[in-house]
T-cell receptor, first 116, second 113 residues
Framework: AQSVAQPEDQVNVAEGNPLTVKCTYSVSGNPYLFWYVQYPNRGLQFLLKYITGDNLVKGSYGFEAEFNKSQTSFHLKKPSALVSDSALYFC??????????????FGTGTKLQVIP | NAGVTQTPKFQVLKTGQSMTLQCAQD?????MYWYRQDPGMGLRLIYYSASEGTTDKGEVPNGYNVSRLNKREFSLRLESAAPSQTSVYFC????????????FGEGSRLTVL
């Protein structure tokens, strides 16, 4: 069974400081990994994904994520946080080797609070 | 582009009442999904439709039914609502194959009294 862990319910960071939101995963085959962001009372929006290749993936709004196969991690990062980055962030995984539906499993989410 | 559109955005029901959540996408996606979001539990899949004419159960299908009306539309029905179904429901779609990401609607907040 595949799973995703986001160990921090909330991350607080000062505006202008770098931020990291952690994600670890478990999947039997090769993973497809995703980050989504949810602003209050809105649906989830896609930020970035890792399929294969370069371990550093760049996405929307200046976010990037680093895939680490040995540590089964896919941490979300940004060099300089903005107050407008405050939102709920979800990590998700899919097993690229599974046929049919290819179930997507979501983490429980991490609330990012950027303090002015 | 509208993307994924859900209706209604808010609904209050009494226990035992029925209702249908509507979802439509204009991206010509093959696959459509219904999720529920509850605090501390992330998103859980209720039902999905890999292509027009097919539907399958997800992680938490009990108490729900779905209809894939055509390629654009995928509805979720609660036949006899229960307080445990109080949640925020999201419809999503994606292209059927490969590593495509999900596109989500804005959500439908349902309260069952």
């Amino acid at each position: 069974a595949q799973s995703v862990a986001q160990p921090e319910d909330q991350v607080n960071v000062a505006e202008g400081n770098p931020l990291t939101v952690k994600c670890t995963y478990s999947v039997s085959g090769n993973p497809y990994l995703f980050w989504y962001v949810q602003y209050p009372n809105r649906g989830l929006q896609f930020l970035l994904k890792y399929i294969t290749g370069d371990n550093l993936v760049k996405g929307s709004y200046g976010f990037e994520a680093e895939f680490n196969k040995s540590q089964t991690s896919f941490h979300l990062k940004k060099p300089s946080a903005l107050v407008s980055d405050s939102a709920l962030y979800f990590c998700a995984v899919r097993d690229s080797n599974s046929g049919g539906y290819q179930k997507v499993t979501f983490g429980t989410g991490t609330k990012l609070q950027v303090i002015p | 582009n509208a993307g994924v559109t859900q209706t209604p955005k808010f609904q209050v029901l009494k226990t035992g009442q029925s209702m249908t959540l509507q979802c439509a996408q204009d991206m010509n996606h093959n696959s459509m999904y219904w999720y529920r979001q509850d605090p501390g539990m992330g998103l859980r899949l209720i039902y999905y439709s890999a292509s027009e004419g097919t539907t399958d159960k997800g992680e938490v299908p009990n108490g729900y039914n779905v209809s894939r009306l055509n390629k654009r539309e995928f509805s979720l029905r609660l036949e006899s609502a229960a307080p445990s179904q109080t949640s925020v429901y999201f419809c999503a779609s994606r292209e059927g194959q490969g590593a495509g990401e999900l596109f989500f609607g804005e959500g439908s907040r349902l309260t069952v009294l």
